[in-house]
């Protein structure tokens, strides 16, 4: 009969890769999840060495993925940018993925507009109307100039 030998907890990068194997996460994300383990600093730091050495962390690659991601869900540079930031996602990095994004940023903001103009098809005064989809498109992440633009093409 065998016996009931205590199963040894896995290592910080050994449980990295767990994580890691599910979906992509920034940095931040795993470090966040290794210290809630339980894992010593030194630990960490090396498994996310290891993890960014064997590319299973990326945090330039995840930054596009991610702005280009909210970016077809109807989201505007200025909400990519804070959703990257608290990522704790590199300045650099950031920018390079808004570039990227903003060749597609005016589409999507057409496509916000045209959603709320749907939902406030039955909205009878303007000025709420035109208020309602200002605010919309500015909790949506667009810069005031795309809005203005957007606004200026539309017959209320």
Excluded: W
């Amino acid at each position: 009969m065998a016996e009931n030998s205590p199963k040894t907890p896995p290592t910080a990068l050994e449980y990295a890769m767990k994580i890691l194997s599910k979906r992509v996460y920034a940095e931040s994300e795993i470090q966040s999840k290794l210290q809630k383990k339980g894992y010593s600093a030194a630990e960490i730091k090396t498994a996310v060495e290891d993890c960014r050495r064997y590319a299973f962390l990326n945090d330039k690659r995840y930054a596009e993925d991610y702005a280009n991601l909210l970016n077809q869900r109807g989201c505007g540079s200025l909400l990519i940018r804070r959703k990257l930031q608290m990522l704790h996602i590199a300045e650099e990095y950031i920018d390079n993925a808004l570039a990227q994004a903003a060749e597609n940023e005016m589409t999507a903001a057409k496509n916000s507009l045209d959603f709320k103009l749907r939902m406030l098809k039955n909205e009878k005064d303007k000025f709420k109307k035109k208020q309602k989809i200002y605010a919309f498109l500015v909790s949506r992440g667009y810069s005031f100039d795309i809005i203005r633009e957007l606004l200026e093409g539309i017959e209320f």
